[in-house]
């Protein structure tokens, strides 16, 4: 019976997120907002590879905006300077990160803990050095800009209305395919390796092939968004792709709850809106904010904060349904 | 490269290698007795130079009232950091320790941009800035200053951890923390000291680089980074070999600029540190997968 | 009966309520409305240090104007908001300043690399913008342009500067040493570009990050290869552990700095290691020293004198100075403009009268803006300027 209600809520609730999703970006609603709203959605985008990783191999990738920045910077090279199709460009882009991942990922999961956050933490900055340094290809610090608009035959996603639709589009299909993913045997299996290794491989898990294949995968999620993200604001530059980048995307996945799908849009709504619209108001003091925010999430709600908020509703649920059945 | 080049970027590479090597013992004795890796620990390098430069110059204070009360006040710090969050956090996943630690360090820089804004600030020398001549290099006194403070502070930890109670404690922590509890040590005060003593030799380092490398509220991040290299070169376990590290990735990115090979240019310098944090998890994560599955 | 109580309580709490914001509104309405102008600035971050004098010029500003009755009666609003020196951040910001907070005009970015960022999305909303940054990408080429202008020199005029005197002094070989950074890059590519324009020889290249703590090694090589001159491309900070170790180094090769310099930070970093530098830099710096008959002296004594009045001496800062340029051009603007323009008119309007500025006297120079000319500055806006026994230097 519990079964029965709490997906019954949960259609209800997803139900009412696509209707306030599709509503947002008119002017009449929150319009004004709809800026804000792409960047969450990109940011969602890449949060999701990361609640996978974390959440199911428990290992933790502190250089995750790596892998965005490979996407921004091969979507915005091939477009622009070798003026190849802008969806071609993105493929690719997904390809060779995805590839990179792969060559990459079995060296680096042999590592656990610590020292596996370190070595990502040490990648992610190598790849900001390149992005900084290899300027004849990035444009350098400055970036470049000039970068086309993504488009289909002759509609071309020349505004924030149109481009709103195409990242909440492609954010709302990485959800369903992960969903998917978790739910399947493949997702059952992820569960088995982080309750215990030993145990997954004594059935026949090859666990350490499972960690780079959803190593790989998160690494795809956020070069899409990172190509999204150049065809967006048509300009790349090294800054949004540094370790404090990679420390957000961390923020967000963990306060949406580390094996929590639909969480990864809650935690990057609220550290998105903390950032760009809540802390404004406190003027030099956000950084201190934000670092506070960051500690009593981690001290109260460690398991994410989405995930104890579901917890409150499904208990709260429990004791509802427990006095209905005895009155 | 000439002798007396050689002999130059040998010294400035010792001076940069000793900095390096003061960060990483904090990273070192925090990492050995609590495995946690403290994101903060550039934060208190940060907080010595800071506060030496209220003290001894906005304040008035004589010199080393100010930089004893520096490094006492970064060491309290460090103390509250570990009471109020670490410890309040109880059996949190590495995952979400790091992320605390990532949180603090924020928090720390945030309200030392706020206190101190964000101009670079330069606390007085310790004895001038006349450079010295030395076996056809030059050196600077406070980079003497700072290449003894380090082999001072090396000295005087290992005799501390080898010959007194707590010293001894901290080490049998560090060896086996379960060993440790069964004979009677108790691993939350431990912890305390242990945080104690790496914020305050943070902020020791922090003190006697600041007049020499300028100081703000944000070179934690910076100083953080090479002094976790220096400190996983020591495997997280020996403060010496962390020492030894921290002076050889300074020696190293010193000569590297030197020798003028191909395509490298200084601009790649920092990634130096870099790529030698890379080559030493992947080269000992045999070693080091071993040692996170024991614990 | 409780019950129908308690509602009507309710109810009245709740007609009071709208009353009272009824008649908030329509009081509000009696007074003029403001006008709203963007600025987004470096707070915090690698460019904060240009940024706060950026914030505090705005806000002196602002106090001033509204002080003084506002302009034509309207109380004037700049709505500022903190970059984190993050294009991305900086794109979010102006996004919002144009669509939530819909302001008419938007002053800033700090930096080249944000202020490049943002171009498309200016263009696209077709509201103004007065950049604080040097890149002349910015305004270049001026036909994508429409919507864009920039106030500070750009990092050509600054070498040029430097080159010129160069070649006055008969030095042809000279190593440079520059940050990694956009400032410096940009500063590198046009050091090497436009060198053999002046029959110099760039001996030796070399490169350090923000952050870096040490120079030596890079001095030790540049030492090596015995040139006449060092010319040094960064902000403050690293621009005076550079003096500081080539002074450790003891060498005595004369040392030319970036217009980043421009403030008596480098001179507190660098302490005695500072006497010597050379740099150039707006007049400001050294106003008390420039010639009555120089038309920017009234403008740049009352700039000094009502800064350093309000946040201290010695505070003067050439950064401040471009802020204080391009807010400027847009209270210009809006001292021109008729009553009842609509969002866009207005943003359209302050964009067609800041094209037409002519001869205005500013901080960093004097301008004129053409439908050719987004920057518009007349030669002769920049200063040599040499730091003796800490203090600034007219070099001429």
């Avoid at chain 2, 960060?23 to 800071?50: H, P």
């Avoid at chain 3, 403050?236 to 217009?259: N, R």
Wanted: aromatic share 10%; net charge negative; with cysteine.
């Amino acid at each position: 019976m519990l079964a029965k209600v709490k997906s019954k809520w949960a259609y209800f609730a997803v139900a009412a997120l696509l209707i306030f999703l599709i509503l947002i970006p008119f002017d009449w609603f929150l319009g004004q907002y709809k800026g804000l709203a792409i960047f969450i959605g990109l940011s969602t985008m890449v949060t999701v590879g990361l609640c996978l990783l974390i959440g199911y191999t428990g290992q933790v990738s502190l250089g995750q905006a790596a892998f965005y920045g490979l996407g921004a910077y091969f979507s915005a090279v091939l477009s622009k300077t070798h003026d190849v199709n802008p969806w071609l460009a993105m493929l690719i882009a997904a390809v060779a990160t995805g590839g990179f991942a792969y060559i990459i990922g079995y060296p680096i999961f042999r590592l656990r803990g610590n020292y596996l956050a370190m070595a990502t933490l040490g990648l992610g900055l190598i790849m900001w050095v390149l992005f900084r340094q290899l300027s004849q290809f990035t444009g350098g610090p400055d970036g470049m800009a000039g970068i086309p608009y993504l488009s289909i035959g002759s509609f071309v996603f020349d505004t924030s209305f149109k481009r709103y639709f195409l990242v909440w589009f492609f954010c709302l299909a990485i959800l369903l395919i992960s969903q998917n993913i978790v739910r399947s045997r493949t997702g059952r299996a992820l569960r088995a390796v982080h309750g215990s290794e030993s145990a997954a491989e004594s059935i026949g898990i090859n666990v350490d092939q499972f960690k780079v294949k959803v190593f790989v995968l998160s690494a795809v999620y956020a070069s899409l968004a990172g190509s999204l993200f150049v065809h967006h604001l048509r300009f790349v530059s090294p800054q949004p792709f540094d370790f404090l980048a990679s420390v957000k995307l961390v923020v967000m996945a963990v306060i949406g709850g580390l094996a929590s799908i639909w969480g990864a849009i809650f935690g990057a709504g609220t550290t998105r809106i903390l950032s760009d619209e809540l802390l404004l108001r406190f003027g030099e003091w956000d950084i201190a904010i934000y670092g506070l925010i960051l500690m009593l999430v981690m001290i109260f709600t460690p398991e994410g904060l989405f995930v104890k908020l579901k917890d409150v509703f499904t208990q709260w649920q429990l004791r509802h349904s427990q006095r209905e059945t005895e009155t | 490269m000439s002798a007396d080049q050689f002999v130059q970027y040998f010294i400035s590479g010792l001076t940069q290698g000793s900095i390096y090597a003061l960060v990483g013992l904090g990273f070192t004795i925090i990492y050995a007795v609590t495995r946690i890796i403290n994101f903060a620990q550039g934060e208190f390098v940060m907080l010595g130079g800071m506060l030496s430069f209220t003290l001894a110059s906005s304040a008035g204070l004589p010199l080393a009232p100010a930089l004893l009360l520096s490094v006492l006040i970064s060491a309290a710090i460090g103390a509250i950091m570990y009471l109020l969050a670490i410890r309040t956090a109880r059996r949190a996943s590495v995952v979400s320790l790091i992320i605390l630690t990532i949180g603090a360090a924020i928090f720390i820089r945030g309200i030392a941009g706020e206190l101190w804004g964000v101009d670079f600030v330069r606390p007085p020398f310790f004895t001038g800035s006349s450079s010295i001549s030395f076996l056809g290099a030059y050196i600077h006194p406070q980079a003497l200053w700072i290449i003894g403070t380090t082999i001072v502070v090396t000295v005087l930890l290992h005799l501390f951890l080898s010959y007194t109670m707590v010293g001894k404690a901290l080490k049998a922590c560090a060896i086996s923390p379960r060993a440790a509890s069964l004979v009677g040590i108790d691993a939350r005060a431990m912890a305390l000291i242990a945080f104690a003593i790496a914020a305050a030799l943070g902020a020791i380092g922090g003190v006697v680089m600041a007049p020499l490398t300028l100081t703000a509220y944000n070179v934690g991040v910076m100083l953080g980074l090479k002094g976790f290299v220096a400190a996983s070169i020591g495997g997280f376990k020996s403060p010496i070999l962390a020492v030894v590290g921290g002076i050889l990735l300074g020696i190293v990115e010193s000569m590297a600029v030197g020798v003028d090979w191909g395509p490298f240019t200084s601009a790649y310098k920092d990634a130096i540190a870099l790529v030698v944090l890379l080559l030493i998890l992947l080269l000992r994560s045999g070693r080091l997968a071993a040692e996170e599955r024991e614990s | 009966m409780q019950k129908y109580i308690m509602w009507v309580i309710v109810l009245g709490v709740m007609v009071s309520l709208v009353a009272v914001a009824a008649i908030g509104c329509t009081s509000e309405e009696e007074e003029a409305e403001p006008y709203k102008v963007g600025a987004v600035l470096a707070l915090t971050g690698s460019a904060s240090n240009l940024g706060v004098p950026e914030e505090q010029t705005v806000e002196m500003m602002v106090d001033q104007i509204n002080e003084a009755g506002g302009i034509n009666g309207h109380p004037l609003e700049v709505i500022i908001y903190d970059t984190e020196t993050n294009a991305e951040k900086c794109a979010t910001m102006v996004n919002r300043l144009i669509e939530q907070d819909e302001v008419l005009a938007i002053i800033g970015p700090t930096t080249s690399g944000e202020s490049l960022a943002i171009i498309d999305t200016m263009t696209a909303a077709e509201t103004p913008l007065v950049s604080c940054a040097a890149s002349i990408l910015i305004v270049t080429p001026v036909e994508e342009r429409y919507w864009v202008f920039k106030t500070p020199q750009t990092d050509k005029e600054a070498v040029t500067e430097i080159y010129t005197y160069l070649e006055a002094e008969g030095i042809t070989e000279i190593a440079i040493i520059t940050d990694t950074s956009g400032f410096g890059a940009a500063g590198r590519d046009i050091l090497i570009a436009d060198a053999p324009d002046y029959g110099i020889t760039i001996l030796d290249d070399q490169n350090f990050s923000s952050g870096d703590t040490s120079m030596q090694a890079q001095l030790t090589h540049i030492k090596g290869t015995t040139p006449e001159a060092v010319v040094c491309w960064a902000t403050d900070k690293e621009s005076a552990i550079v003096a500081v170790d080539m002074q450790t180094l003891q060498m005595d090769t004369p040392l030319f700095c970036s217009h980043g310099i421009a403030n008596m930070g480098f001179i507190d970093g660098a302490g005695d290691a500072a006497d010597g530098v050379i740099f150039p830099a707006g007049k400001l710096l050294i106003v008390d020293v420039v010639p009555a008959s120089d038309p920017q002296k009234n403008v740049l004594t009352q700039y000094r004198d009502d800064y350093e009045t309000l946040y201290g001496e010695g505070t003067i800062n050439t950064f401040g100075g471009h802020a204080w340029d391009a807010l400027s051009w847009v209270v210009i603007a809006l001292e021109e403009m008729e009553e009842g323009l609509d969002t866009d008119e207005a943003r359209a309007f302050i964009r067609d009268e800041i094209e037409q500025i002519e001869g205005f006297i500013g901080i960093s120079g004097v301008f004129t803006i053409t439908t050719t000319d987004h920057l518009g500055m007349l030669p002769g806006s920049l200063a040599m300027i040499e730091i003796v026994d800490g203090k600034w230097t007219w070099l001429q």
